[in-house]
């Protein structure tokens, strides 16, 4: 009798094992974007310009340096800062001043950026400046129509003509 | 709880004995509220499970078990698992439903695996918390945990990955956006999940899912080594147990994967595994700095734990005696923390090894002196030297005053031997009844119980903690198979089994100790109003 209500008594606790196991393992749901939200990303890594022009070494500034290390060109290491900005329906949604990385700040400046947006028809605008001096350099706009859960990476490759619109 | 010879089970309070030394080491554990709350979720699960089938004391077990189960079904799904980014997500769902009735089953096992893995390490975590299991001789068992959750929760979490379905592709962009706010430098890892993935990045999350576990096997084989005589599988039926419920939830509810990853239509409500990907809701509904603080803020305090605990009376650790060791190594197969090396001695026999106590891991429990045969009482000599002993409480300190207190009882006394972490011995101190604490149970050499009765008792009583909540892990296991004549040194055969008792009776449980002590006395006394028992003779040193 005592074995019968053990069995009975395990089933009991095995039961409710089995359903906090089932149930959290797939609930409750979770809504990282909102029903009613589109997602754009705004990602790219680019090297700015140098924050200073190359110069040629006087004959008298490579005298006084050690003889293994009199280059011609002098270019100092330092990069101009990305600023980056998005407008979406010509309100300004984004503006971002982004170092260079690395101790010098010689490296490639990374952006990434995560917005929700409202679904629908959207003209979105992205510009950049790369160089320390002057206006935006880089400037693209495009019109998408985002549904629900939609998602669009705005990428910039300069190579490939700068900057891309992906959804 | 009656084991070997009689009684009932209960747990402890010690009050202090005259002659007895303050051990500075002796918590009352019925005064933590902690333990008793650890001890009181035990004895509930024990109205359903037998004592030794207990979960709640087959944690760490469990967690074996688990990660054995995942390891046989997650080779199964690689056997059929296409390594391909294109090609991972078909051959996941066509096995789970083209072969169902085994791919499917497989999946879903492995997955609850998992999520019971996560669960019993955290009960695991939560059981030695309650119980202050985290400093003093503890710390290295402690600390060798504490990476072992970064481990499992990069291996689970890692393992959704696989799956390649849109729940990997939030996972891992949520993993990569969390990653990317510490200040490493260098691209942003997400990066390489905004776009489809080549089959070359998506190789190395293979590699990490086995790896990771790999790694998570080695640092439990880590974890355990401060202890001796592991379980690393539960008992039978538990095992059986388990292994139905999984298979059960299986069958009822099968893993299923969501849509095919797509960075550039993402699935808005995603069915959560909230055993591992807790995480990053928490990240998302807050900032991944706050997701940070709360890991980071949690492996600091679990790290910290050893230092923040109480400081603990200074702990002695046992002693060898190597004038009175004959090096049979009993000490050493008994110590619950393997804190004994049997090593060679300049001059000794070739072959011949002794006992060197490893300080740092020593429990001081003393369960080493009781598997010493020579702490038998029996020996003639006016100071009992044990080959091994707790300086603080020596077994020449248990026999002078077991005799001082025999020789002052006016007729034969019941002799309660306990240990001082279980049923307070004050509860059943009475005219007739004496009672000798322990460091622990399993540190009482068997042969007292034939000392005692030989030297005027009438009967023995031998208190143990409750199953399961002994402090030094194999106390009550190693006394009752010393006892029943299972291991050495064993109670030997010709005393008579009517004249002592072995109870379990934890702290809290006096009444169990009450009423074996009762138990005792009435039958001891039948047998003396049938003038059946023997002759007692006083022995020397009294």
């Known amino acids: 009798m005592i074995g019968v209500l053990r069995f009975l008594a395990q089933l009991a606790l095995y039961v409710p094992l089995m359903v906090i196991l089932g149930y959290f393992s797939s609930a409750p749901r979770f809504a990282h974007l909102p029903q009613d939200r589109a997602l754009m990303r705004v990602s790219f890594s680019h090297a700015g310009e140098r924050l200073r022009e190359c110069h040629q070494r006087t004959p008298e500034e490579l005298a006084k340096l050690p003889p293994n290390m009199r280059s011609q060109l002098d270019c100092p290491r330092e990069r101009s800062p990305l600023k980056v900005e998005v407008e979406l329906d010509g309100r300004l949604l984004l503006s971002l001043d982004v170092p260079p990385s690395g101790l010098h700040h010689d490296g490639a400046a990374t952006v990434y950026r995560r917005i929700e947006l409202p679904t629908g028809r959207h003209e979105i605008a992205v510009r950049m400046r790369d160089r320390p001096h002057g206006d935006f350099n880089h400037r693209a706009t495009t019109t998408l129509d985002l549904p629900p859960g939609g998602s669009v990476l705005i990428d910039f490759d300069n190579a490939r003509g700068g900057f891309r619109f992906r959804s | ?542």
């Open chain 2, 1 to 542: 709880m009656t084991r070997v010879n009689a009684i009932s089970a209960a747990r402890v309070s010690i009050g202090a004995m005259s002659g007895f030394r303050t051990t500075g080491v002796a918590s009352n554990a019925a005064a933590r509220p902690w333990v008793r709350i650890a001890a009181a979720i035990g004895r509930g699960l024990e109205r359903a499970f037998a004592p030794e089938h207990n979960p709640w004391h087959q944690l760490g077990a469990l967690g074996f078990y688990l990660f054995w189960i995942v390891t046989a079904t997650g080779i199964y799904l690689y056997a059929f698992f296409d390594t391909s980014a294109a090609g991972a997500y078909a051959s996941v769902e066509q096995l789970s439903s083209e072969q169902w009735y085994l791919g499917g089953i497989m999946r879903s096992l492995h997955r609850y695996a998992s999520d019971a893995f996560a669960a019993i390490m955290l009960l695991h975590i939560g059981r030695e918390l309650l119980r202050g299991h985290f400093a003093s001789f503890r710390w290295f068992s402690w600390l060798s945990g504490v990476p072992l959750i970064w481990l499992a929760y990069a291996s689970g979490i890692g393992g959704y990955w696989l799956v390649w379905d849109q729940l990997a592709l939030f996972s891992i962009t949520a993993t990569a956006e969390w990653l990317d706010w510490l200040p490493l430098g260098g691209d942003a890892i997400v990066r390489n999940f905004i776009q489809p993935i080549d089959d070359r990045f998506f190789s190395l999350l293979i590699f990490l899912h086995i790896g990771i576990p790999l790694l998570l096997l080695a640092g439990m084989w880590i974890h355990i080594q401060r202890i001796s005589h592991v379980h690393t599988l539960p008992p039978r039926s538990l095992a059986w147990g388990v292994l139905l419920t999984l298979l059960a939830l299986a069958v009822a509810a099968p893993a299923a994967s969501h849509a095919p990853a797509d960075p550039t239509l993402l699935q808005t409500g995603l069915a959560l595994d909230w055993f591992y990907l807790f995480i990053h809701p928490l990240q998302y509904e807050t900032s991944p700095g706050i997701a940070w603080s709360f890991a980071a803020g949690a492996t600091l305090l679990l790290c910290a734990m050893p230092a923040l605990a109480a400081r603990p009376a200074p702990r002695e650790h046992a002693r060898v005696d190597l004038d009175n060791c004959n090096g049979c190594a009993r000490c050493a197969d008994d110590c619950p923390y393997a804190a004994i090396a049997m090593k060679p001695r300049p001059g000794a026999r070739a072959g011949q090894r002794f006992p060197v106590v490893i300080a740092d891991a020593c429990a001081g429990c003393g369960i080493c002196a009781g598997a010493c045969p020579s702490s038998t009482p029996f020996r003639s000599t006016d100071a009992l030297l044990s080959g091994i002993d707790m300086p603080r409480r020596t077994v020449d300190d248990l026999r002078r005053e077991l005799e001082r207190a025999l020789a002052g009882e006016r007729g034969p006394a019941i002799v309660v031997f306990g240990c001082e972490r279980a049923a307070a011995l004050d509860s059943v101190r009475a005219e007739g009844v004496l009672a000798l604490p322990l460091l622990c149970i399993a540190m009482l050499p068997p042969a007292f119980v034939e000392y005692a009765l030989r030297a005027g008792a009438a009967g023995v009583v031998v208190n143990a903690c409750h199953p399961g909540e002994c402090e030094f892990r194999l106390g009550p296991q190693w006394i009752e198979r010393r006892l029943s004549g299972e291991r050495e040194p064993h109670l030997r055969t010709s005393v008579d089994p009517s004249r002592w008792a072995l109870s379990f009776a934890g702290a809290g449980e006096e009444r169990d100790l009450a009423q074996a002590v009762a138990s005792l006395r009435a039958k001891t006394s039948a047998v003396e109003a049938r003038g059946d028992r023997p002759r007692l003779r006083r022995l020397g040193n009294a």
